[in-house]
């Protein structure tokens, strides 16, 4: 008797438990279903745009006539943002943002019919640590000219400290792109001085060569060969042209002989 007492005690609280598990199921099954139809008619929503140099806000005024979502924004929110190129026809609505947001500062979230615009994180530099600034390369450009003022060709040019340079052309005109714009030229050719000239935030530089002057090196004619005037130690004679014109000899080895 006392067992059929207990059961009876037992049976409604059982019945309200079932209960309770059948309702939190359903509302669990209703929850999904809602989730997934929001998912099939967003995906259900398609595109087609096609343009160049689009500006945001006119793709987002598209996108409002073709599907009805509305784009929510704000100026500060489109700052920077530059303008797109594309053309695409019947994009599910998420494909066409992920590309016309691929390259702008910007994230977006979709909920029920509004697409909310908010601006990427920006990227924080730890203090202490110093930021390298890369200058861009500086183009000198200039003219390397004898003391006549005509230009010489292949002279050269070189940054001073660097394996870069170049040389000059047919009118002794020369380009050159150097990292430093205070950095050092130095500028050579056969038979004329070496110089070194410091650009000092300069771009365009004129130079005249000197010519190089060394009485020890001059080749003079000794016998039947030459030879350098610093290696001879007899005495030696010069004989100009005006001399040869002068001299009564019958040919020029005799002018030569005195």
Known sequence: MQKNDCMSRHTPMRR????????????????????????AHTAAQSVTFSGKNISLQKVFKAIKKQTGYVVFTST????????????????????????VLKDQPLNYQIEDKTILLSRKPMVNIP????????????????????R?????????????GTQQGTITDDNG????????????LIISFT??????????????????????VNSLNDVVVVG??????STVSGAISKVSAKDVSLSPAPNLGAGLAG
């Open 16 to 39: 309200n438990l079932t209960k309770t598990l059948l309702v939190m199921k359903l509302t669990f099954l209703l929850l999904t279903v809602a989730f997934m139809n929001v998912q």
């Open 76 to 99: 500060n929110v489109l700052a920077d943002t530059k303008p797109i190129s594309l053309s695409v026809s019947n994009m599910p609505l998420a494909d066409f943002l992920n590309i």
């Open 127 to 146: 203090d202490g640590l110093p930021v390298p600034v890369v200058p861009p390369p500086v183009e000198v450009k200039g003219k390397i000219t004898n």
């Open 148 to 160: 006549n003022g005509s230009g010489i060709s292949r002279v050269s040019i070189a940054v001073k």
């Open 173 to 184: 005109n020369f380009s050159l792109k150097v990292a430093d714009e205070n950095a050092s």
């Open 191 to 212: 038979g004329y001085k070496k110089q070194e000239v410091k650009l000092n935030g300069r771009t365009e530089i004129n130079v005249q060569m000197e010519v190089e």
């Open 224 to 229: 039947y060969g030459t030879q350098s005037r």
